[in-house]
């Protein structure tokens, strides 16, 4: 997103949002009078439950900012909605991946659905696996930054792969990786 762009206020209901700048920071408002700035590093989550309204923007008037949102379908419907934005350093996912969301884990944000956020930063030649969290959850891994091979598959910066029906996921790093780990319900 460009600097000073954004969306206007929208609505939004029965979703679990993810935002996870990767560059810049994002200007966030919503319909409870929360005002908030999300900096890369931070990752904020939102319920918008039985319903919300809310603004994006780029916090700066100049300098672009990149993010990934994700949306994943709540266990719950009509919660009262929510928000939640906490900072994870990355010295907490070097070599290691960190889970920064999830339904079970106070050092992470709580998230209405049995699923699992988690990232990492792997050095060269490294090999991280990631082990499942519950039978029956498939897994989206995604390649923020740097080169890895997993399942067969060789991925670069910003590749994708699904996979369902494991328990391990087993990555060789060719290069140093940022890697977010999406781990979901399949039904």
């Keep these: 997103m460009q600097g000073g762009e954004g969306f206007d206020t929208h609505a939004h209901n029965n979703m679990e949002i993810v935002s996870i700048p990767l560059q810049g920071a994002l200007e966030h408002r919503d319909s409870t009078g929360r005002h908030e700035v999300i900096c890369t590093g931070d990752v904020q989550i939102m319920s918008a439950g039985s319903g919300i309204a809310h603004s994006e923007f780029n916090h ?27 900072t994870f350093p990355e010295s907490g996912f070097h070599n290691v991946f960190q889970t920064v969301v999830a339904p079970d884990n106070s050092n992470a944000l709580w998230i209405n659905q049995d699923a699992y956020l988690s990232l990492g930063i792997f050095d060269e030649n490294k090999t991280p696996s990631y082990a499942m969290r519950r039978e029956g959850n498939g897994v989206y891994l995604f390649v923020i930054e740097g080169k890895i091979e997993v399942a067969g598959e060789m991925l670069e910066r910003r590749d994708a792969i699904g996979l369902n029906e494991v328990s391990l996921i087993d990555i060789l790093v060719k290069e140093q990786a940022k890697i977010l780990i999406i781990e979901v319900p399949m039904k």
């Design 60 to 86: 700066s008037e100049n300098d672009p900012v990149q993010f990934l949102q994700i949306w994943i379908f709540p266990k719950e419907r009509n919660i009262t909605p929510r928000y939640e934005q906490k």
